[in-house]
């Protein structure tokens, strides 16, 4: 189950009620902020059919699919505005956000199974937050690096025997390995003014190969499996006293 995966640092980043960025006045207010996010993630590696197999098998003898993985994500950041009059934020953030995909194939023969990468990511983010007025979303762009924490956490279920399955895994984490995935990523937000907090969504779009492939015997090869992902996130920031 995802929530058994999930910190419970991330359950407790929720119920936060501090102070916002504006002054009662609606103003921005300067200087640095710090706070914590916490959310969900829906992410998928791609590609992996042309890795994964061979071309000497007809491709309408089988059907694959690139499928989701869901999880979750929390993450510290700290803020800096250098003026009440901007509309311009820096910011920094560090997380650890869960990602990876699963994999579905199907075959004539009847074989089903699925592989799923299940992996963990510490996130670094330099971002640039562009404020709107009062009442109006902001933006949010910049890029991340994703340090690989469990690059063989690889799982692998069929309609075979159970104990195939587990030889079967314990090969393929021998051979696919987990690897650091470099991103662009942007996004919405809305303040919300009186609470202090604001809801984010995001887009990462993958630009490096997160799926190592070393030399084996399934007649795997080398391609480049980028990842993309959705967030959602609940947030709140801080002013430094």
Known sequence: MISRRIPILLLALLPISLLAQRDAGGRFEEGFFWGFKAGVTSSTVNDLRTTLIAPIYPVETYQTQDNTRLGGLGAFFIDYRHSSKSYIVGRFEIGYAMQGGRFNYTDVDGLEYELAM???????????????????????????????????????????????????????????????????????????TRSGFYIEGRYTHGLTDVVETQANNFLFIENKNTSNYYQLTLGMPVPFQ
């Open 118 to 192: 299940n992996y963990d990511y510490l996130t670094l983010a330099p971002l640039v937050k562009i404020n709107i007025p009062p009442g109006l979303p902001y933006i949010i762009a910049g890029c991340q690096i994703g340090v690989n924490l469990t690059s063989e956490t690889l799982n692998y279920t069929s309609n075979d025997d159970a104990f195939i399955d587990l030889q079967v895994q314990e090969s393929l984490r021998t051979v696919l390995k987990g690897r650091a995935n470099t991103a662009l990523t942007a996004g919405i937000g809305f303040e919300l």
